[in-house]
């Protein structure tokens, strides 16, 4: 178990005090969660059951760009053969040491990836129009609804965008190293709703 | 002053009046103006001076066309050249100036070329200024003060510009009858509607026309759609919002203005905004521009085009002029007519080049008083500033002649039309190829290509209920295409049935004199080219309507082929005895109208923002301690980190020998890192490196070389066994993403049958290597549950342990030659690791050095950097690294490291260069020769790669590939400098310090 | 800009891709025994076709998937996105 006290986001530079003024959008950061990265091979059974046992879902039914949650898990698809597991913070070595014991002699690769992103949540009227200002995907609630998720690129930064609520609240998955720039894009590009 | 304002109400508050200052003097408009209606209403006609003859030019149009009314908007920081006055809305404060006047508008002195433009025919400029090629910088010169459009600003652009993209089922430009109609059809059927518009306000057409919709003025029945459109939820308006590029899968840009309306201090926000919308389906609707008409000094103040006169008056309430001659070859100038006489002006005559050309209108017009001289043509205007008499003559049978006297008719002004010509730019833009119509003389847009249709007068459709009726089309079919249903409630409006009679085309005035000779008679005001220009083109061989505009400058400026495009093409085709489908039109290319640069680059221009920075964990750390930053890719890494008063150098001697005599640290988290994991790793790693790595170890590391498949050295670095299937792989920091897209390539699409998995862990792990005789001191004292003994942790092994109570990975490795440690944590304890790594160092009084130091470090030991000392031409062989080349298995590249062209003698090979002096530092990049006085050009046998001052060692070091520099060991060579100094150097090794390499084994 | 059918993400904007020139070259596996020409054959000709053209792409800031497309290269028209391991549909393929 690690000492939350001592780490530090990402985004530990970026005062989020200065998004209050902005009218229409709640920004905050979900620090310290866990972050698995999973690969796997979904015509393989054993795979699929072990990951099914272990955390209840089911990845042959998650649908490509979308994410579903499982208990205290969000399950994202991130590719074919390959899966983020979202844990609440320090739950994720627990989790990892049981998948790995689930998948042993299976082809597969469980990696903790939680110090290498972190996660920012944008929700208010004008969440969409903050995020439309640097993303090429259609976020309208007809075609981008609750559950659904994209990996692609916010401004200049690959980002994992989901759908919390239609609409009006997002989530971004942004990698450690872009995250600072995220911040400061996102605070730039939101002086328009001040 | 003299007040045109008319006692009709037009669409301006009188209640604002707006004060403005135009060539230096005060004038008062109206809140709903433009420039160019408060300028008219002022009396000012004259507004410019053309660009290559200085002749007086007034206002012509009323709105994207207008060639002449091109002034300079503001001063300073804030100025905006070649704004068109017709577009530019009124607001308190506002300054503006012609341009292309020197010294001034009344008096220009430039316009003596005008007296020699016999003098100056098409081509003049690249006739006359091509030769002598040396002279051309001056000339150059005069033509920009002479010539031009407006000024560029020379200050810094202080203002903000937005970017956002959007999406949409139909998006639909223009918002007259035709783009009003197809928005609400749309927007019924509960499509995500986009409608835009280049004006302040939608209408188009309507907000000045005089017809009723359903009973009403037409400009109720546009505030009542507008009002209902605001109501529906997915349809989006924009207003200022001019759509100027259509591009690839119905990509459009769009230009919003939001703040040049306001006065300069009420400015606030973004100055504009640039839409980049994927539109499903795209409605055209974007309206029709008149045509002027070609005949002697049509360019004269006081001619106008005849709809921007109805303009004028009707949403301005500005009397362009008190007697009025119209001309004309079609219906459309019959209600200006109309509209003038309801006005209370005296509309003098109307000249028709048709025979008896009668409708409902010419009979209620001819019981008014009013003339219509059919037949006939206006042949010529009297009057420079501002025209005082036409002059008319009669068209012969046939009506390519004039015949008999000429009629001179007082007047003050001259409304013209010359027909319509649909604003095809967008529909030519998304690669529909316009097609000529005959009956209707003008280009219509052609067949589709993407998913757009044109609808109302863009598609060659002139009458209010034919244009609402496609435009109601138009808008169910966008719609029905993004799969919704038609709303049958819908219903067409209302509006009375018009007869037209058919236009008679008039492309070039016949007078007196022969084609092309007698005063000139312009096509393309903007770019002063007029019908003779044309013709000369023609006869000169110019027969390609590309060759012809660019040979004439015809179509250029903002123009863009709006004004006198179609009139040049039918005279180009007159002249070449052809038709003119057969000439044919030039293609148009986005801008449709001009664009600010700052619109385009958007909002993070120059900024912090323009390209992403990214940040170790310790970056704050670095900043706070004073370090200098290099940019690696876009990573941002402390270069060296300078003490008070330290010199670069003095920083950078100073972290060498600290490292080198007790211990440094650098933050290695840059590089890139991934996991390979699964049974086939190891067979997978044989085929990327071109050494051997099943044989490695559990917790062995060893250094591997990456080729491309032509054998070049494309990427190096250390990989670690961490269990039976699964490896730690370091990649260079530019290295990182390409080579792990190089590495899910082959996997992917060459080798799916092996079982390997990569995940990227570059940003998870913060790295602090911890290097110097005292690392072991100091690592140890940090990581816990870690036998750190030498024999025990050998080089070139890795384990893992505790840093703080979280888990860590050491590995020994080194890129200086010194014992060091790489400690690796999980990157949210990045910055804990590194203070506790510092505290435990003190004693010995640890020094965080940069990428210099790195880089001397390395170069001590003839360590490569892969992009410093290789540039993709270079192979392991040519490095002398041949011992991480297996002789045995195949890898990428191999075969390509036996092509003739790679065992060949005299290849460039990396080697050691050591100055004679050493204090002399060659610079890198520097060409070294054999024999620095041989004749110029000198033969280059290579170039020095990297070079440092070595503190270490006292002299200078640098390493450089020379054409078979490996069997020239001791031979001396020189590198010219740019000033003229020549630095010999001795060839040597590339290992300058420890050649033994023991000091890493300790 | 040209919108792309990723096969596993659906159409997506051109900034997400990344391009990887003409499809369907297999690496020879018994380059020992090539000459050097037919090396470079395989190492640097490419068709340079006008028309349609079958060619890899890689969905880089997506799911990271290499798949392929057929694009006419002089209207730009997407007219097939299909797996890596998968033939191109019936009636397509580079000239040889
Ligand atoms: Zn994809």
Same mark, same amino acid.
């Given at each position: 178990?690690?000492?939350?006290?001592? +780490?530090?986001?990402?985004?530990?530079?970026?005062?989020?005090?200065?998004?209050?003024?902005?009218?229409?959008?709640?920004?905050?950061?979900?620090?310290?969660?866990?972050?698995?990265?999973?690969?796997?091979?979904?015509?393989?059974?054993?795979?699929?059951?072990?990951?099914?046992?272990?955390?209840?879902?089911?990845?042959?039914?998650?649908?490509?760009?979308?994410?579903?949650?499982?208990?205290?898990?969000?399950?994202?698809?991130?590719?074919?053969?390959?899966?983020?597991?979202?844990?609440?913070?320090?739950?994720?070595?627990?989790?990892?040491?049981?998948?790995?014991?689930?998948?042993?002699?299976?082809?597969?690769?469980?990696?903790?990836?939680?110090?290498?992103?972190?996660?920012?949540?944008?929700?208010?009227?004008?969440?969409?129009?903050?995020?439309?200002?640097?993303?090429?995907?259609?976020?309208?609630?007809?075609?981008?609804?609750?559950?659904?998720?994209?990996?692609?690129?916010?401004?200049?930064?690959?980002?994992?965008?989901?759908?919390?609520?239609?609409?009006?609240?997002?989530?971004?998955?942004?990698?450690?190293?872009?995250?600072?720039?995220?911040?400061?894009?996102?605070?730039?590009?939101?002086?328009?709703?001040? | 002053?003299?007040?045109?304002?008319?006692?009709?109400?037009?669409?301006?508050?009188?209640?604002?009046?707006?004060?403005?200052?135009?060539?230096?003097?005060?004038?008062?408009?109206?809140?709903?103006?433009?420039?160019?209606?408060?300028?008219?209403?002022?009396?000012?006609?004259?507004?410019?001076?053309?660009?290559?003859?200085?002749?007086?030019?007034?206002?012509?149009?009323?709105?994207?066309?207008?060639?002449?009314?091109?002034?300079?908007?503001?001063?300073?920081?804030?100025?905006?050249?070649?704004?068109?006055?017709?577009?530019?809305?009124?607001?308190?404060?506002?300054?503006?100036?012609?341009?292309?006047?020197?010294?001034?508008?009344?008096?220009?002195?430039?316009?003596?070329?005008?007296?020699?433009?016999?003098?100056?025919?098409?081509?003049?400029?690249?006739?006359?200024?091509?030769?002598?090629?040396?002279?051309?910088?001056?000339?150059?010169?005069?033509?920009?003060?002479?010539?031009?459009?407006?000024?560029?600003?020379?200050?810094?652009?202080?203002?903000?510009?937005?970017?956002?993209?959007?999406?949409?089922?139909?998006?639909?430009?223009?918002?007259?009858?035709?783009?009003?109609?197809?928005?609400?059809?749309?927007?019924?059927?509960?499509?995500?509607?986009?409608?835009?518009?280049?004006?302040?306000?939608?209408?188009?057409?309507?907000?000045?026309?005089?017809?009723?919709?359903?009973?009403?003025?037409?400009?109720?029945?546009?505030?009542?759609?507008?009002?209902?459109?605001?109501?529906?939820?997915?349809?989006?308006?924009?207003?200022?919002?001019?759509?100027?590029?259509?591009?690839?899968?119905?990509?459009?840009?769009?230009?919003?203005?939001?703040?040049?309306?306001?006065?300069?201090?009420?400015?606030?926000?973004?100055?504009?905004?640039?839409?980049?919308?994927?539109?499903?389906?795209?409605?055209?609707?974007?309206?029709?521009?008149?045509?002027?008409?070609?005949?002697?000094?049509?360019?004269?103040?006081?001619?106008?085009?005849?709809?921007?006169?109805?303009?004028?008056?009707?949403?301005?309430?500005?009397?362009?002029?008190?007697?009025?001659?119209?001309?004309?070859?079609?219906?459309?100038?019959?209600?200006?007519?109309?509209?003038?006489?309801?006005?209370?002006?005296?509309?003098?005559?109307?000249?028709?080049?048709?025979?008896?050309?009668?409708?409902?209108?010419?009979?209620?017009?001819?019981?008014?008083?009013?003339?219509?001289?059919?037949?006939?043509?206006?042949?010529?205007?009297?009057?420079?500033?501002?025209?005082?008499?036409?002059?008319?003559?009669?068209?012969?049978?046939?009506?390519?002649?004039?015949?008999?006297?000429?009629?001179?008719?007082?007047?003050?002004?001259?409304?013209?039309?010359?027909?319509?010509?649909?604003?095809?730019?967008?529909?030519?833009?998304?690669?529909?190829?316009?097609?000529?119509?005959?009956?209707?003389?003008?280009?219509?847009?052609?067949?589709?290509?993407?998913?757009?249709?044109?609808?109302?007068?863009?598609? +060659?459709?002139?009458?209010?209920?034919?244009?609402?009726?496609?435009?109601?089309?138009?808008?169910?079919?966008?719609?029905?295409?993004?799969?919704?249903?038609?709303?049958?409630?819908?219903?067409?409006?209302?509006?009375?049935?018009?007869?037209?009679?058919?236009?008679?085309?008039?492309?070039?005035?016949?007078?007196?004199?022969?084609?092309?000779?007698?005063?000139?008679?312009?096509?393309?005001?903007?770019?002063?080219?007029?019908?003779?220009?044309?013709?000369?083109?023609?006869?000169?061989?110019?027969?390609?309507?590309?060759?012809?505009?660019?040979?004439?400058?015809?179509?250029?400026?903002?123009?863009?082929?709006?004004?006198?495009?179609?009139?040049?093409?039918?005279?180009?085709?007159?002249?070449?005895?052809?038709?003119?489908?057969?000439?044919?039109?030039?293609?148009?290319?986005?801008?449709?109208?001009?664009?600010?640069?700052?619109?385009?680059?958007?909002?993070?221009?120059?900024?912090?923002?323009?390209?992403?920075?990214?940040?170790?964990?310790?970056?704050?750390?670095?900043?706070?301690?004073?370090?200098?930053?290099?940019?690696?890719?876009?990573?941002?890494?402390?270069?060296?980190?300078?003490?008070?008063?330290?010199?670069?150098?003095?920083?950078?001697?100073?972290?060498?020998?600290?490292?080198?005599?007790?211990?440094?640290?650098?933050?290695?988290?840059?590089?890139?890192?991934?996991?390979?994991?699964?049974?086939?790793?190891?067979?997978?790693?044989?085929?990327?490196?071109?050494?051997?790595?099943?044989?490695?170890?559990?917790?062995?590391?060893?250094?591997?070389?990456?080729?491309?498949?032509?054998?070049?050295?494309?990427?190096?670095?250390?990989?670690?066994?961490?269990?039976?299937?699964?490896?730690?792989?370091?990649?260079?920091?530019?290295?990182?993403?390409?080579?792990?897209?190089?590495?899910?390539?082959?996997?992917?699409?060459?080798?799916?049958?092996?079982?390997?998995?990569?995940?990227?862990?570059?940003?998870?792990?913060?790295?602090?290597?911890?290097?110097?005789?005292?690392?072991?001191?100091?690592?140890?004292?940090?990581?816990?549950?870690?036998?750190?003994?030498?024999?025990?942790?050998?080089?070139?092994?890795?384990?893992?342990?505790?840093?703080?109570?979280?888990?860590?990975?050491?590995?020994?490795?080194?890129?200086?030659?010194?014992?060091?440690?790489?400690?690796?944590?999980?990157?949210?304890?990045?910055?804990?690791?590194?203070?506790?790594?510092?505290?435990?160092?003190?004693?010995?009084?640890?020094?965080?050095?940069?990428?210099?130091?790195?880089?001397?470090?390395?170069?001590?030991?003839?360590?490569?950097?892969?992009?410093?000392?290789?540039?993709?031409?270079?192979?392991?062989?040519?490095?002398?690294?041949?011992?991480?080349?297996?002789?045995?298995?195949?890898?990428?590249?191999?075969?390509?490291?036996?092509?003739?062209?790679?065992?060949?003698?005299?290849?460039?090979?990396?080697?050691?260069?050591?100055?004679?002096?050493?204090?002399?530092?060659?610079?890198?990049?520097?060409?070294?020769?054999?024999?620095?006085?041989?004749?110029?050009?000198?033969?280059?046998?290579?170039?020095?790669?990297?070079?440092?001052?070595?503190?270490?060692?006292?002299?200078?070091?640098?390493?450089?590939?020379?054409?078979?520099?490996?069997?020239?060991?001791?031979?001396?060579?020189?590198?010219?400098?740019?000033?003229?100094?020549?630095?010999?150097?001795?060839?040597?090794?590339?290992?300058?310090?420890?050649?033994?390499?023991?000091?890493?084994?300790? | 800009?040209?919108?792309?059918?990723?096969?596993?993400?659906?159409?997506?904007?051109?900034?997400?891709?990344?391009?990887?020139?003409?499809?369907?070259?297999?690496?020879?596996?018994?380059?020992?025994?090539?000459?050097?020409?037919?090396?470079?054959?395989?190492?640097?000709?490419?068709?340079?076709?006008?028309?349609?053209?079958?060619?890899?792409?890689?969905?880089?800031?997506?799911?990271?998937?290499?798949?392929?497309?057929?694009?006419?290269?002089?209207?730009?028209?997407?007219?097939?996105?299909?797996?890596?391991?998968?033939?191109?549909?019936?009636?397509?393929?580079?000239?040889?």
């Amino acid at each position: 178990m690690s000492d939350l006290q001592n +780490g530090e986001s990402p985004l530990v530079q970026i005062d989020f005090n200065q998004f209050e003024k902005v009218k229409g959008i709640k920004l905050t950061e979900l620090k310290f969660q866990g972050h698995l990265n999973l690969r796997g091979r979904l015509n393989d059974k054993a795979f699929c059951k072990a990951i099914s046992d272990a955390i209840g879902v089911e990845l042959t039914s998650l649908k490509a760009n979308t994410f579903i949650l499982s208990e205290d898990f969000k399950v994202y698809w991130l590719g074919p053969d390959e899966w983020l597991i979202v844990t609440p913070p320090d739950q994720q070595l627990e989790l990892k040491n049981t998948l790995q014991q689930a998948l042993q002699g299976i082809f597969s690769s469980v990696t903790d990836v939680s110090s290498g992103q972190t996660i920012i949540s944008i929700s208010g009227f004008n969440a969409r129009s903050l995020i439309e200002k640097g993303c090429t995907i259609d976020l309208h609630p007809r075609q981008f609804k609750k559950g659904d998720c994209a990996q692609t690129h916010l401004s200049k930064a690959t980002v994992l965008l989901s759908v919390v609520k239609s609409s009006e609240a997002f989530e971004i998955i942004i990698r450690r190293s872009f995250a600072d720039y995220l911040g400061l894009w996102l605070l730039d590009s939101s002086s328009e709703f001040v | 002053m003299k007040n045109n304002r008319l006692q009709g109400e037009g669409r301006i508050n009188r209640n604002r009046p707006l004060n403005f200052i135009f060539n230096g003097k005060s004038y008062q408009g109206f809140e709903g103006d433009t420039l160019a209606s408060a300028l008219l209403a002022n009396d000012v006609h004259l507004v410019a001076r053309s660009w290559k003859y200085h002749r007086p030019r007034g206002i012509l149009g009323s709105g994207a066309e207008e060639p002449n009314a091109i002034v300079q908007l503001e001063k300073g920081r804030l100025t905006v050249p070649n704004a068109r006055a017709t577009q530019v809305e009124l607001y308190e404060g506002l300054q503006a100036s012609s341009v292309n006047c020197w010294p001034g508008l009344e008096f220009d002195f430039l316009s003596i070329n005008s007296l020699f433009s016999r003098l100056m025919p098409s081509g003049f400029y690249y006739k006359t200024f091509m030769w002598p090629k040396k002279l051309w910088m001056s000339y150059e010169h005069v033509i920009r003060k002479a010539s031009g459009l407006g000024v560029s600003p020379e200050l810094p652009d202080p203002d903000r510009y937005e970017k956002t993209y959007a999406h949409c089922d139909v998006l639909i430009i223009g918002a007259g009858p035709a783009g009003l109609m197809a928005a609400l059809a749309a927007g019924k059927m509960s499509a995500r509607v986009m409608l835009v518009d280049e004006q302040s306000e939608f209408g188009g057409s309507m907000l000045h026309s005089n017809e009723t919709i359903n009973g009403q003025p037409a400009q109720d029945w546009v505030s009542d759609t507008c009002e209902e459109l605001a109501s529906m939820q997915e349809v989006k308006l924009l207003p200022r919002s001019s759509a100027f590029g259509y591009h690839d899968y119905n990509f459009v840009t769009i230009n919003e203005r939001l703040t040049d309306h306001l006065p300069t201090g009420q400015k606030t926000g973004g100055r504009e905004r640039l839409w980049k919308v994927r539109a499903k389906q795209v409605v055209l609707a974007t309206g029709a521009l008149e045509r002027p008409l070609v005949f002697a000094n049509n360019d004269r103040p006081g001619v106008m085009l005849s709809s921007a006169v109805m303009q004028y008056v009707n949403r301005y309430a500005v009397a362009v002029g008190q007697e009025i001659v119209i001309f004309t070859n079609n219906d459309s100038a019959y209600e200006t007519a109309m509209t003038l006489l309801e006005a209370g002006l005296k509309v003098i005559a109307i000249i028709d080049n048709r025979i008896n050309p009668g409708s409902s209108m010419a009979d209620q017009l001819r019981s008014e008083g009013v003339k219509i001289i059919d037949q006939s043509v206006v042949v010529d205007v009297k009057g420079s500033k501002r025209i005082n008499a036409v002059q008319v003559m009669s068209l012969q049978p046939g009506g390519d002649k004039v015949t008999g006297s000429v009629q001179t008719i007082a007047c003050d002004l001259l409304a013209m039309s010359g027909g319509w010509s649909p604003v095809i730019h967008l529909s030519s833009q998304s690669g529909a190829k316009a097609c000529w119509d005959d009956e209707k003389a003008c280009f219509l847009p052609g067949v589709p290509i993407q998913h757009e249709r044109s609808a109302g007068a863009s598609n +060659g459709c002139f009458d209010l209920k034919n244009c609402l009726s496609e435009g109601m089309l138009a808008g169910n079919e966008a719609a029905q295409q993004c799969g919704f249903e038609v709303d049958a409630s819908i219903q067409l409006p209302v509006v009375n049935e018009v007869i037209f009679n058919r236009i008679k085309p008039l492309w070039l005035v016949p007078s007196m004199f022969k084609a092309g000779r007698g005063p000139k008679q312009f096509v393309d005001m903007q770019n002063d080219v007029a019908a003779s220009d044309i013709m000369l083109a023609a006869r000169e061989g110019y027969h390609s309507v590309e060759h012809v505009k660019r040979y004439t400058a015809l179509g250029f400026g903002t123009d863009q082929g709006k004004i006198g495009n179609i009139n040049g093409m039918a005279i180009l085709a007159q002249s070449l005895q052809q038709n003119i489908s057969e000439t044919g039109t030039t293609t148009f290319r986005p801008n449709y109208t001009p664009v600010t640069i700052g619109s385009i680059a958007g909002m993070n221009l120059g900024g912090e923002l323009f390209e992403p920075v990214r940040k170790t964990a310790m970056h704050g750390w670095h900043k706070q301690e004073g370090a200098e930053f290099e940019n690696v890719g876009q990573w941002k890494r402390p270069w060296y980190y300078p003490r008070a008063g330290e010199s670069m150098l003095d920083a950078v001697n100073r972290e060498c020998l600290a490292t080198r005599n007790s211990v440094g640290i650098i933050d290695a988290s840059t590089l890139g890192k991934i996991i390979i994991e699964g049974k086939d790793s190891g067979e997978f790693l044989n085929r990327l490196y071109t050494n051997a790595w099943k044989k490695l170890d559990i917790n062995k590391a060893r250094y591997g070389f990456m080729l491309g498949e032509d054998g070049m050295v494309m990427d190096d670095g250390v990989t670690i066994r961490l269990e039976e299937n699964k490896y730690f792989m370091h990649t260079t920091t530019g290295g990182a993403a390409p080579v792990f897209s190089w590495m899910e390539r082959w996997l992917q699409t060459e080798w799916p049958e092996l079982e390997v998995f990569l995940t990227s862990v570059t940003d998870h792990w913060a790295t602090a290597a911890v290097v110097g005789p005292n690392s072991r001191k100091v690592v140890s004292a940090v990581c816990e549950g870690i036998d750190f003994d030498a024999q025990a942790f050998p080089f070139m092994s890795s384990r893992e342990g505790l840093v703080n109570g979280i888990e860590a990975r050491i590995n020994r490795i080194s890129f200086s030659g010194e014992l060091a440690y790489e400690v690796n944590v999980p990157a949210n304890y990045g910055l804990q690791m590194w203070e506790s790594l510092m505290a435990a160092g003190e004693q010995y009084d640890i020094t965080p050095y940069g990428t210099e130091s790195m880089h001397v470090l390395r170069a001590e030991k003839g360590y490569v950097i892969v992009g410093q000392d290789t540039d993709g031409s270079v192979t392991p062989v040519d490095l002398g690294m041949d011992w991480v080349v297996s002789k045995v298995k195949d890898f990428i590249g191999r075969r390509s490291l036996y092509r003739e062209d790679c065992v060949r003698e005299g290849r460039k090979q990396l080697v050691g260069l050591l100055t004679l002096n050493g204090s002399d530092v060659l610079p890198e990049g520097g060409q070294i020769v054999e024999d620095p006085n041989a004749s110029i050009p000198i033969p280059m046998i290579g170039h020095v790669t990297s070079s440092y001052y070595s503190a270490n060692l006292g002299y200078s070091i640098a390493m450089a590939l020379v054409k078979g520099g490996l069997s020239r060991m001791g031979e001396t060579v020189h590198i010219p400098l740019a000033d003229g100094k020549v630095i010999a150097a001795k060839i040597s090794s590339s290992i300058f310090y420890d050649a033994d390499g023991e000091k890493q084994n300790v | 800009m040209l919108q792309i059918p990723c096969p596993w993400c659906g159409i997506r904007d051109e900034s997400e891709f990344s391009y990887g020139g003409e499809a369907h070259i297999t690496r020879p596996l018994n380059s020992e025994n090539l000459t050097d020409e037919e090396w470079a054959d395989y190492l640097f000709m490419r068709k340079n076709t006008r028309g349609a053209f079958l060619e890899q792409w890689q969905h880089a800031q997506g799911c990271r998937r290499w798949f392929n497309i057929q694009r006419d290269t002089v209207s730009y028209k997407i007219s097939a996105s299909y797996k890596v391991g998968e033939q191109p549909p019936q009636g397509m393929g580079n000239e040889k």
